[in-house]
Protein backbone atom coordinates (compact mmCIF):
# COMPACT_ATOMS: atom_id res chain seq x y z
CA UNK A 1 0.00 0.00 0.00
CA UNK A 2 1.03 3.72 -0.56
CA UNK A 3 2.40 5.16 2.21
CA UNK A 4 -0.51 8.41 1.58
CA UNK A 5 -2.94 5.87 1.27
CA UNK A 6 -1.98 4.63 4.60
CA UNK A 7 -2.16 7.59 5.97
CA UNK A 8 -5.30 8.35 5.23
CA UNK A 9 -6.65 4.98 6.05
CA UNK A 10 -4.93 4.28 8.95
CA UNK A 11 -6.12 6.86 11.20
CA UNK A 12 -9.86 5.73 10.12
CA UNK A 13 -9.47 2.22 11.11
CA UNK A 14 -8.10 3.26 14.16
CA UNK A 15 -10.99 5.32 14.64
CA UNK A 16 -13.48 2.73 14.16
CA UNK A 17 -11.79 0.48 16.29
CA UNK A 18 -12.12 3.42 19.11
CA UNK A 19 -15.84 3.99 17.63
CA UNK A 20 -16.61 0.48 18.62
CA UNK A 21 -15.90 0.34 21.81
CA UNK A 22 -16.92 4.20 22.71
CA UNK A 23 -20.43 3.94 21.88
CA UNK A 24 -23.06 4.77 24.62
CA UNK A 25 -20.89 5.94 26.71
CA UNK A 26 -21.84 6.98 30.26
CA UNK A 27 -20.30 10.25 32.26
CA UNK A 28 -18.55 8.75 35.03
CA UNK A 29 -15.35 9.72 37.16
CA UNK A 30 -11.97 6.99 37.31
CA UNK A 31 -9.44 8.20 39.67
CA UNK A 32 -8.55 11.63 38.91
CA UNK A 33 -9.66 11.71 35.55
CA UNK A 34 -12.42 13.33 34.82
CA UNK A 35 -14.19 11.76 31.92
CA UNK A 36 -17.59 12.26 29.88
CA UNK A 37 -18.59 10.01 27.32
CA UNK A 38 -16.82 9.42 23.78
CA UNK A 39 -14.12 12.46 24.85
CA UNK A 40 -12.77 10.15 27.49
CA UNK A 41 -11.25 8.07 24.53
CA UNK A 42 -9.21 10.67 23.10
CA UNK A 43 -6.43 9.58 25.41
CA UNK A 44 -4.55 6.28 24.63
CA UNK A 45 -1.76 4.46 26.11
CA UNK A 46 -0.15 1.94 24.53
CA UNK A 47 1.48 -1.07 26.40
CA UNK A 48 4.61 -2.72 24.19
CA UNK A 49 5.51 -0.99 20.94
CA UNK A 50 6.51 -4.25 18.75
CA UNK A 51 8.62 -2.29 15.54
CA UNK A 52 7.56 0.42 16.59
CA UNK A 53 4.18 0.34 15.12
CA UNK A 54 2.84 1.72 18.48
CA UNK A 55 4.78 4.30 17.92
CA UNK A 56 4.10 4.88 14.37
CA UNK A 57 0.01 4.65 15.24
CA UNK A 58 0.39 7.51 18.33
CA UNK A 59 2.45 10.05 15.71
CA UNK A 60 -1.00 9.54 13.40
CA UNK A 61 -3.40 9.41 16.36
CA UNK A 62 -1.67 12.66 17.93
CA UNK A 63 -2.24 14.24 14.53
CA UNK A 64 -5.78 13.58 14.18
CA UNK A 65 -7.02 14.58 17.48
CA UNK A 66 -6.48 11.95 20.18
CA UNK A 67 -3.57 12.41 22.69
CA UNK A 68 -1.71 8.93 22.41
CA UNK A 69 1.41 7.78 24.53
CA UNK A 70 3.45 4.76 24.13
CA UNK A 71 5.48 3.20 27.24
CA UNK A 72 8.32 0.84 26.05
CA UNK A 73 11.06 -1.56 27.64
CA UNK A 74 14.50 -0.20 26.96
CA UNK A 75 16.07 -3.75 26.79
CA UNK A 76 13.34 -5.00 23.97
CA UNK A 77 14.09 -1.58 21.97
CA UNK A 78 17.62 -2.52 20.85
CA UNK A 79 17.44 0.22 17.68
CA UNK A 80 15.91 2.80 19.85
CA UNK A 81 12.90 2.94 17.77
CA UNK A 82 10.38 4.34 21.13
CA UNK A 83 12.66 7.35 21.59
CA UNK A 84 13.22 7.93 18.41
CA UNK A 85 9.21 9.36 18.07
CA UNK A 86 9.47 10.92 20.96
CA UNK A 87 7.94 7.61 23.27
CA UNK A 88 8.67 6.98 26.16
CA UNK A 89 11.23 3.70 26.73
CA UNK A 90 11.80 2.82 30.50
CA UNK A 91 15.04 1.10 31.86
CA UNK A 92 13.16 -1.80 33.72
CA UNK A 93 12.60 -5.47 34.36
CA UNK A 94 9.49 -7.19 33.14
CA UNK A 95 7.44 -6.65 36.90
CA UNK A 96 8.41 -3.42 37.33
CA UNK A 97 7.24 -2.72 33.79
CA UNK A 98 3.74 -3.61 33.91
CA UNK A 99 3.59 -2.12 37.58
CA UNK A 100 4.80 1.02 35.79
CA UNK A 101 1.90 0.67 33.21
CA UNK A 102 -0.64 0.08 35.54
CA UNK A 103 -0.46 3.11 37.50
CA UNK A 104 0.12 5.09 34.30
CA UNK A 105 -3.38 3.56 32.59
CA UNK A 106 -5.67 5.60 35.29
CA UNK A 107 -5.46 8.67 33.38
CA UNK A 108 -6.07 7.22 29.55
CA UNK A 109 -9.47 6.02 28.78
CA UNK A 110 -8.29 3.38 26.27
CA UNK A 111 -5.32 1.00 26.57
CA UNK A 112 -3.78 -0.31 23.30
CA UNK A 113 -2.26 -3.31 24.47
CA UNK A 114 0.66 -4.79 21.86
CA UNK A 115 0.57 -8.49 21.87
CA UNK A 116 0.75 -9.15 25.74
CA UNK A 117 -2.91 -11.05 25.81
CA UNK A 118 -1.78 -12.69 29.37
CA UNK A 119 -2.21 -8.90 31.54
CA UNK A 120 -5.72 -8.31 29.51
CA UNK A 121 -7.72 -9.80 32.26
CA UNK A 122 -6.13 -8.29 35.24
CA UNK A 123 -6.57 -4.69 33.55
CA UNK A 124 -9.74 -5.70 32.92
CA UNK A 125 -10.93 -5.88 36.11
CA UNK A 126 -8.93 -3.16 37.56
CA UNK A 127 -9.99 -0.64 35.06
CA UNK A 128 -13.56 -1.73 33.86
CA UNK A 129 -14.86 1.36 32.50
CA UNK A 130 -11.63 1.79 30.41
CA UNK A 131 -11.64 0.28 27.07
CA UNK A 132 -8.72 -2.64 26.49
CA UNK A 133 -7.80 -2.57 22.43
CA UNK A 134 -5.77 -5.77 21.96
CA UNK A 135 -3.71 -5.95 18.49
CA UNK A 136 -1.42 -8.82 17.94
CA UNK A 137 0.86 -8.75 15.44
CA UNK A 138 2.18 -12.25 14.55
CA UNK A 139 3.91 -14.86 16.97
CA UNK A 140 2.30 -13.97 19.55
CA UNK A 141 -0.49 -15.11 18.08
CA UNK A 142 0.15 -18.46 16.49
CA UNK A 143 1.28 -20.56 19.67
CA UNK A 144 -0.71 -23.32 19.63
CA UNK A 145 0.96 -24.70 23.08
CA UNK A 146 -1.29 -21.42 24.31
CA UNK A 147 -4.33 -21.21 22.16
CA UNK A 148 -6.83 -21.89 25.08
CA UNK A 149 -5.19 -19.26 27.40
CA UNK A 150 -4.77 -16.83 24.94
CA UNK A 151 -8.34 -17.04 23.58
CA UNK A 152 -9.31 -16.71 27.48
CA UNK A 153 -7.83 -14.01 28.36
CA UNK A 154 -8.11 -12.31 25.03
CA UNK A 155 -11.97 -12.36 25.54
CA UNK A 156 -12.18 -9.62 27.75
CA UNK A 157 -10.69 -7.15 25.38
CA UNK A 158 -13.48 -4.77 23.99
CA UNK A 159 -11.53 -5.05 20.61
CA UNK A 160 -8.85 -7.13 18.78
CA UNK A 161 -6.59 -5.40 16.14
CA UNK A 162 -4.92 -7.95 13.77
CA UNK A 163 -1.38 -6.74 11.61
CA UNK A 164 -2.18 -9.38 8.78
CA UNK A 165 -5.15 -11.13 7.47
CA UNK A 166 -4.25 -14.47 8.40
CA UNK A 167 -4.35 -13.40 12.25
CA UNK A 168 -7.42 -11.81 10.71
CA UNK A 169 -8.64 -15.58 10.05
CA UNK A 170 -6.72 -16.87 13.14
CA UNK A 171 -9.16 -14.77 15.89
CA UNK A 172 -12.06 -15.45 13.19
CA UNK A 173 -12.25 -19.04 14.09
CA UNK A 174 -13.16 -18.37 18.07
CA UNK A 175 -16.57 -17.20 17.60
CA UNK A 176 -16.12 -15.81 21.20
CA UNK A 177 -13.74 -13.11 20.58
CA UNK A 178 -14.22 -9.95 19.72
CA UNK A 179 -14.64 -9.37 16.08
CA UNK A 180 -11.36 -8.44 14.30
CA UNK A 181 -9.91 -5.33 12.40
CA UNK A 182 -6.80 -5.52 9.83
CA UNK A 183 -4.86 -3.28 10.90
CA UNK A 184 -1.57 -3.43 8.20
CA UNK A 185 1.60 -2.11 9.88
CA UNK A 186 3.21 0.56 7.99
CA UNK A 187 6.75 2.20 6.41
CA UNK A 188 7.62 5.43 7.76
CA UNK A 189 8.93 6.64 4.19
CA UNK A 190 10.47 10.06 5.98
CA UNK A 191 13.33 7.67 7.22
CA UNK A 192 14.20 6.92 3.57
CA UNK A 193 14.03 11.00 2.23
CA UNK A 194 16.70 12.05 0.28
CA UNK A 195 19.57 13.55 2.29
CA UNK A 196 22.00 15.96 -0.03
CA UNK A 197 24.26 17.02 2.74
CA UNK A 198 25.18 13.15 3.50
CA UNK A 199 25.55 12.37 0.12
CA UNK A 200 27.65 15.12 -0.63
CA UNK A 201 29.82 14.28 2.27
CA UNK A 202 29.66 9.90 0.63
CA UNK A 203 30.16 11.23 -2.46
CA UNK A 204 33.57 13.46 -1.43
CA UNK A 205 35.07 10.73 1.21
CA UNK A 206 34.71 7.91 -2.03
CA UNK A 207 36.05 9.58 -4.37
Known sequence: MNIMN???TIPKKIKNAIKLVSIRVNTYRDNKCQVNGIENY???LHIWDTAGV?????????KNGYESHVIMRTIHD????????QQESVDMGGKEYLYY?????KDYGIIHIHGIHKIVPEYKKIFPNKKII??????DLIKPNNEKELVECSSHADAIICSTPDLEEHVLKHPELPKPYVCS?????ELFRPMPEIEKKLRKHFT
Open 185 to 189: NAIDT
Open 54 to 62: ASLLSRELN
Open 78 to 85: PFGMTKYY
Open 42 to 44: KRV
Open 101 to 105: CKRQA
Open 134 to 139: LQFHGS
Open 6 to 8: WKK
